[in-house]
């Protein structure tokens, strides 16, 4: 805060004819830097008078042009004046008001990290998970490619790609969930309070009875995917059939829930290259399978060694005690126990493929 010369008290924004900056605060250092993307884009600043601790908000100079009261020359219009020239702002004062803005972001960054480790901890504890879910890290700018020959990665040139692993260096791996009989809603709660993200693929006839269990999923952040409309093995149907299959149930979703799905999964992993051929011509761009299934009471592996790999498909069901050991509350705490212990964290396939 400063006063001007007649005593009236301002909000500085930034420095301007009749103003000088001096007051160092955080607050004041950020407004500067915004000043100075303000004064690149517009050639000037603006002060507010009279709300020196308001916190109201911080208004930027329109560009001359579409100032009120001024007509730019050449339409018609008086001929406009000139905007004072803008003072040359100290580089060294700029800098230090970058460097705090970033200190302050960095800051708020760790506080929220924290807050959040903590309510997962927290989480953890109440929904009986042996050691707290790592965190994944924040999805990649850019989707890996998938590259011919890479392990995990089938390619078929004009296809939707196969894919059992992702290709990353992330220690993440990823939670499916198949079919839709089971409609467990303490395990999206579960999930929801834990902060674990799963993407779904949901066959037409199991979820029909009850399609809202699947939009609360997906206002929750779940991704929900294509899984035909009456989980048929597709390699016994002819192409007509297996057109309505996969792209009927593309626009059932559309209908139902609202999402036209980039990504499918044939039933029992069985597919021909007419299935994705069909898939890939109702948007459809890539077909995840899996390396490890997972049940309440146990995991299976397709690789001898037990162990999983960075960007491996997990695969597991909407069932329950009808036809599992255990609920689906108990299968995500195996498989939390299995992922932690291996130090990886569950991460949304969505955002990889
Ligand atoms: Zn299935």
Redesign the pocket.
């Known amino acids: 805060m400063v006063r001007r010369p007649n005593g009236e008290r301002s909000s500085v924004k930034c420095r301007v004819p009749e103003v000088i900056l001096t007051n160092r605060d955080r607050s004041h250092h950020r407004i500067a830097a915004a000043c100075l993307i303000a004064a690149a884009a517009t050639g000037g600043c603006s002060t507010e008078q009279g709300h020196s601790r308001g916190g109201g908000p911080h208004k930027l100079a329109r560009p001359a042009a579409e100032s009120p009261g001024l007509a730019v020359a050449g339409h018609g219009g008086p001929t406009a004046q000139a905007a004072p020239a803008p003072q040359a702002v100290d580089p060294a004062e700029l800098e230090a008001a970058a460097k705090a803005a970033q200190a302050d972001a960095a800051a708020k960054q760790q506080a929220d990290a924290q807050a959040k480790a903590a309510a997962r901890a927290e989480a953890a504890k109440r929904w009986g998970v042996a050691k707290t879910p790592l965190a994944a890290p924040p999805p990649p700018a850019t989707k890996p490619a998938l590259a011919p020959g890479a392990p995990g990665v089938k390619i078929r040139p004009g296809l939707p790609p196969v894919v059992y692993r992702v290709p990353t260096t992330d220690k993440v791996v990823f939670l499916t969930v198949?079919?839709g009989a089971e409609k467990d809603r303490e395990f999206t709660r579960m999930i929801r309070e834990l902060g674990i993200p799963i993407s779904a693929f949901v066959?037409d006839y199991l979820a029909r009875g009850d399609y809202g269990y699947f939009r609360e999923l997906k206002d929750q952040g779940v991704a929900i995917n294509n899984?035909t409309l009456h989980?048929p093995d597709l390699r016994r149907l002819g192409d007509d059939a297996q057109q309505s299959e996969i792209c009927g149930q593309q626009a059932s979703l559309q209908q139902q829930i609202g999402v036209r799905p980039r990504l499918f999964r044939p039933?029992f992993g069985e597919y021909t290259e007419e299935s994705l051929r069909i898939a890939g011509s109702c948007g459809v761009t890539a077909v995840p399978l899996w390396n490890e299934e997972a049940f309440p009471d146990r995991m299976e592996y397709r690789y001898g060694d037990h162990l999983l790999k960075p960007g491996d498909i997990i695969l597991t069901h909407f069932r329950g005690p009808d036809v599992w050991r255990g609920d689906m509350r108990d299968m995500l705490r195996r498989v939390l126990q299995v992922v932690t212990d291996q130090g990886f964290a569950l991460a949304r396939l969505d955002d990889y493929l």
Request: no cysteine; glycine share 0%.
């Open positions: 198949d079919d066959t899984h989980h039933p």
